[in-house]
Nanobody
Framework: QVQLVESGGGLVQPGGSLRLSCAAS????????MGWYRQAPGNKRELVAR???????NYADSVKGRFTISRDNAKNTVYLQMPSLKPEDSAVYYC???????????????WGQGTQVTVSS
């Protein structure tokens, strides 16, 4: 009964900015790593950025120095700030979270439905 809902995608011109949000809801006890992945048509899904429960981050080389991932543990929400967007950033962006649910002894990865980011002039 865990749900991840992404928001903040849209159409933006090259050089523009977007901020993605992903909120987790349900019978959540703990959230470990959270991350953002993206997939363009015909391409494999790739890691964009991730952040652990302590705030340590990791970025793909293609976005390192541009994007910033952050999280609000009280809101079970992860964000991705995306300035200086390029056409090659266009993709569906998916949220992923490693979650321990109430009543379970198992950690599982959960995925959101994705939000479209299109960078075009």
């Amino acid at each position: 009964q865990v749900q991840l809902v992404e928001s903040g995608g849209g159409l933006v011109q090259p050089g523009g900015s977007l901020r993605l949000s992903c909120a987790a809801s349900g019978r959540i006890l703990r959230i470990n790593d959270m991350g953002w992945y993206r997939q363009a048509p015909g391409n494999k899904r790739e890691l964009v950025a991730r952040i652990d429960s302590g705030g340590s981050t990791n970025y793909a080389d293609s976005v390192k120095g541009r994007f910033t991932i952050s999280r609000d543990n009280a809101k079970n929400t992860v964000y991705l700030q995306m300035p200086s967007l390029k056409p090659e950033d266009s993709a569906v962006y998916y949220c992923k979270a490693d979650i321990l649910m109430s009543g379970n002894s198992y950690w599982n990865n959960y995925w959101g439905q994705g939000t479209q980011v299109t960078v075009s002039s």
